[in-house]
T-cell receptor, first 111, second 116 residues
């Protein structure tokens, strides 16, 4: 089946690292994504990872994929107040397929 | 990255009227468009998928006669909410796929629909 789950809230202090977790059930997913949504706005793609990769790093962002446990995480280093937003993980089975989203994790960064 | 322009960004309409939301790909050809609906503090729920020149494929539970989707060209898709009711109030977001970069879906800015 298709099911993506995330914890709903995360609060961190400015300068700390944030880790947002996601689990999915469809083992045939080939692409896994992290999106950021600010209030009243659309979705901004942060990064994505192919299912044959374990890790991907892009500046302050590190994505870890544990395919065996179907667990995806997004680590934001040196979290800033501007990182406060809702973060969605999403999975896709194939290149032209639909995205299945998690519920979103609201990240709150306190100064 | 590629730009998807969605209009209007917000709209208020009376019950019983119809509202059209446009989604344009500005610098690429969108072979597939997805329309999502998002309730406050909730995830994006896929409503339908449309390929250019074909009828849209609706997700289970989505009324195709109420949410009319047209994807007549490779740069424009529209969602029309017909005979809108207050329960249709929501945030609607479109997303476009292009063959050129098919791993990434590009999202519009979203439309906040309020039906009074």
């Amino acid at each position: 089946g298709e099911d993506v789950e995330q914890s709903l809230f995360l609060s961190v202090r400015e300068g700390d690292s944030s880790v947002i977790n996601c689990t999915y059930t469809d083992s045939s997913s080939t692409y896994l994504y992290w999106y950021k949504q600010e209030p009243g706005a659309g979705l901004q793609l942060l990064t994505y990872i192919f299912s044959n990769m374990d890790m991907k790093q892009d500046q302050r962002l590190t994505v870890l994929l544990n395919k065996k446990d179907k667990h995806l995480s997004l680590r934001i280093a040196d979290t800033q107040t501007g990182d406060s937003a809702i973060y969605f993980c999403a999975e896709r089975k194939n290149q032209g397929g639909k995205l299945i989203f998690g519920q979103g994790t609201e990240l709150s960064v306190k100064p | 990255g590629a730009v998807v322009s969605q209009h209007p960004s917000w709209v208020i309409c009376k019950s019983g009227t119809s509202v059209k939301i446009e989604c344009r790909s500005l610098d690429f050809q969108a072979t597939t468009m997805f329309w999502y609906r998002q309730f406050p503090k909730q995830s994006l729920m896929l409503m339908a998928t449309s390929n250019e020149g074909s009828k849209a494929t609706y997700e289970q539970g989505v009324e195709k006669d109420k949410f009319l989707i047209n994807h007549a060209s490779l740069t424009l898709s529209t969602l029309t909410v017909t005979s809108a009711h207050p329960e249709d109030s929501s945030f609607y977001i479109c997303s476009a796929l292009t063959r050129r970069v098919s791993t990434e879906a590009f999202f519009g800015q979203g439309t906040r629909l309020t039906v009074v």
